[in-house]
């Protein structure tokens, strides 16, 4: 079993490799091991947006996604998006640093901080072989 984040590295390393070799069948293979990966992710509650990365930004020293948060305001409508990336590098003491960037409005500064927890948290879930998580029911 490894974390998350371990093997999107893993999958993201093995998919550039593949890029560079001109290798298309494992290219495509690698690519959707990742659209499988990153449906792990968090959806809903905010997160109404698809996840995207660049290849190009990640290896094995860091991975880079792209997501929007749909804002609600005080009254339950929804009160506009703010674009952000999910910055994963490793980390010695941590297994992993997470860190957030986005232009979010004055009044939603925290959300940052919610999604740095629940994004945080779904890259360090274990998951197996088949790529599922452990803990899931």
């Given at each position: 079993m490894v974390k998350l984040y371990e093997q999107m590295a893993r999958t993201?390393?093995?998919w550039k490799n593949c890029i560079q070799s001109n290798?298309?069948?494992w290219k495509n293979n690698h690519a959707q091991t990742m659209v499988t990966l990153m449906d792990l992710l968090p959806h809903g509650s905010g997160i109404d947006s698809s996840w995207n990365t660049d290849v190009e930004k990640c290896g094995d020293d860091r991975l880079e996604f792209y997501c929007a948060f749909h804002h609600m305001n005080e009254g339950g409508y929804y009160d506009g998006w703010t674009e952000?990336?999910?910055i994963v590098k490793?980390?010695?003491m941590f297994g992993c640093h997470v860190k957030i960037t986005g232009p979010f409005p004055r009044k939603y500064r925290d959300t940052r901080d919610y999604l740095h927890e629940i994004i945080e948290y779904a890259l360090t879930r274990e998951i197996n072989k088949e790529g599922r998580l452990v803990d899931a029911p």
């Amino acid at each position: 079993m490894v974390k998350l984040y371990e093997q999107m590295a893993r999958t993201m390393v093995a998919w550039k490799n593949c890029i560079q070799s001109n290798n298309i069948e494992w290219k495509n293979n690698h690519a959707q091991t990742m659209v499988t990966l990153m449906d792990l992710l968090p959806h809903g509650s905010g997160i109404d947006s698809s996840w995207n990365t660049d290849v190009e930004k990640c290896g094995d020293d860091r991975l880079e996604f792209y997501c929007a948060f749909h804002h609600m305001n005080e009254g339950g409508y929804y009160d506009g998006w703010t674009e952000f990336t999910v910055i994963v590098k490793p980390s010695l003491m941590f297994g992993c640093h997470v860190k957030i960037t986005g232009p979010f409005p004055r009044k939603y500064r925290d959300t940052r901080d919610y999604l740095h927890e629940i994004i945080e948290y779904a890259l360090t879930r274990e998951i197996n072989k088949e790529g599922r998580l452990v803990d899931a029911p």
